[in-house]
């Protein structure tokens, strides 16, 4: 009977809950029947779709076995002929890799044994440089040990000289007392006077010859001196026109100045230029300080410096010439009999002596006794204004100035200009002319 198949067990299940269901609802027995013999139908058509299925699924999984045999074999074919392939092609490239590494190693080989050669050949020349610098050194050692040593020698006997000086100083101020004491009593006594002054004509010509030995020593200090370090460009030996190195006498540290030996208006050689303007190369509206030490190049536009000036003046007597130059060709000249600066604790004043030249009337005698000024440092008379500052520039300005040759550079077509700025010689060409180029230079006179 069908109760005794799993598909009636479950009929059987469905029935009881049917049948429970249908008596919860009031159905009646046979609604009941007819559904679970609708349900019956609906599980038999079920179980055939399936076992469709099934056999349909067996026949598919035979045929695709046999496909995937086939396939598995091309497959195991194509890869064979790929590996073949593929080796060939590897084997060759790298047949040319190798090739190709070969030659570079052989090309780097070659320009090694190059760069050994070319070091090999640097070595040699390094080596010989080395020891050709080493005697040069050695060479210039020697000339410096010996140019020390001769300096010593000269610094000694300077020495030794200003010591045998003070020794004469000092037995002359000894002197001088002692004429002091003899001429006292002789205020008092006509008799004793007249005694005393034997004894004071003798003392006084001791003291003349002992003042006499003292200036024929410190003459030849002097001119010792100047022959190792010339203080100036007249005590040269030479008549050269250029560049020397200047020491003055006492002082340790030398400088360089510009000798001028050109016979200007027929007025010799032997000028040391301490001024001059050419071109507007080298700004001259400068502080104090650059005014003292000095600025540019000697052997161009420069300044020389207010303390190598005074240095220069104090023991000797020494000239001035001023080179003036317009933009038309033309020139002029200044020249003062007397030219001297004093100390930076006077602020470098000027003081000059009698003029002559060609440079219209003396305009430099306006600045005469004036003290030095720059912008930094105002000097001048004026209560208005800063005459350095206000003229662009510096100098021994008074109220302000009637010539002024460290003003603003102006060069031809610019040159003038009202606004007294410029490089100026009032008396030549007025306050409107900048002059093309100046040139200011001393010399020791001689008498």
Known sequence: MCFKTP???????????????????????AIVIHKI?????NIVDKLQTLYELVKQAKTDASEFHHDSISIEALASNIIEKLEVTIMRKLVTHL???????????????????????SNQNLRII???????????????????KDDLQSHRSHVEQVKANETEYHKLQNSTNAQHEEVIVKLSPLTTNVQQMADSNQNLRNITDKIVVSLSGVEKQLNVSYETNTWMNPSSCTTLNINVTGTYSIRFFGVAENFLAFCDFENYYNLGGGWTVFQRRIDGGVNFFQNWT???????DVNGEHWLGLEKLHLMTRWARHELLVILEDHEGGSAYALYDSFQIGSEAQKYNLTIGKYSGTAGEDALSYHNGMKFSTFDQDNDKSDDINCAENRYGAWWFSNCANCHLNGKYRRKGEHLNTDYQGVLWYQWKGYGYSLKSTKMMLRRRSG
């Open 37 to 41: 013999e609708k349900f019956e139908q």
């Open 95 to 117: 047949e040319q890799h190798s090739n190709h590494v070969i030659a570079k190693l052989a090309a780097l080989t070659t320009k090694v044994q190059q760069m050994a050669d």
């Open 126 to 144: 390094t080596d010989n440089l080395l020891v050709g610098q080493r005697e040069q050194r050695e060479k210039q050692l020697i000339s410096v």
């Open 290 to 296: 650059m005014y003292k030490n000095g600025f540019g």
């Open 7 to 29: 598909v009636c067990s479950v009929l059987w299940i469905a029935i009881t809950v049917i049948m429970n269901s249908a008596t919860a609802e009031h159905e009646t027995f």
